[in-house]
């Protein structure tokens, strides 16, 4: 299994960005999603996840109603869209897959599959 995040990089506050999560190795269309982000000095926080059918999304509470994640099935990629960025944003994002849940999951030990990280960062 393979996850490529991609789309990170310097950005004012108020800004938007939009990461992809490019994965390969798994049944993608029956895989729960998540987006993770770790700043500096900081623990991992969850961000953001998707069900595999995509009608079902759950969201952090520190980007709840400026980010968006999204699922493209036929081309096994995920995508988080970032709105009215903060320096607070300001981290490494993570994609990962949880393929052992049936349900949402904010919990990063239920994650079996992680990407690199891709680099945000939010300038004031």
């Known amino acids: 299994v393979q996850l490529q995040a991609s789309g990170g990089g310097l950005v004012q506050a108020g800004g938007s960005l939009r990461l992809s999560c490019a994965t390969s190795?798994?049944?993608?269309?029956?895989?729960?999603i998540g987006w993770f982000r770790q700043a500096p000095g900081k623990e991992r926080e969850f961000a953001a996840t998707?069900?595999?059918?995509?009608?079902?999304?759950r969201y952090g509470d520190s980007v709840k109603g400026r980010f968006t994640i999204s699922r493209d099935n036929g081309k096994n990629t995920v995508f988080l869209q970032m709105n009215s960025l903060e320096p607070g944003d300001t981290a490494v994002y993570y994609c990962?897959?949880?393929?052992?849940?049936?349900?949402?999951?904010?919990?990063?030990?239920?994650?079996?599959?992680w990407g690199q990280g891709t680099l945000v960062t939010v300038s004031s």
């Open positions: 990962a897959v949880a393929s052992r849940v049936i349900a949402l999951t904010a919990d990063p030990r239920d994650y079996d599959y």
């Open positions: 998707i069900s595999w059918t995509g009608y079902t999304t």
């Open positions: 190795g798994l049944t993608f269309a029956r895989s729960y």
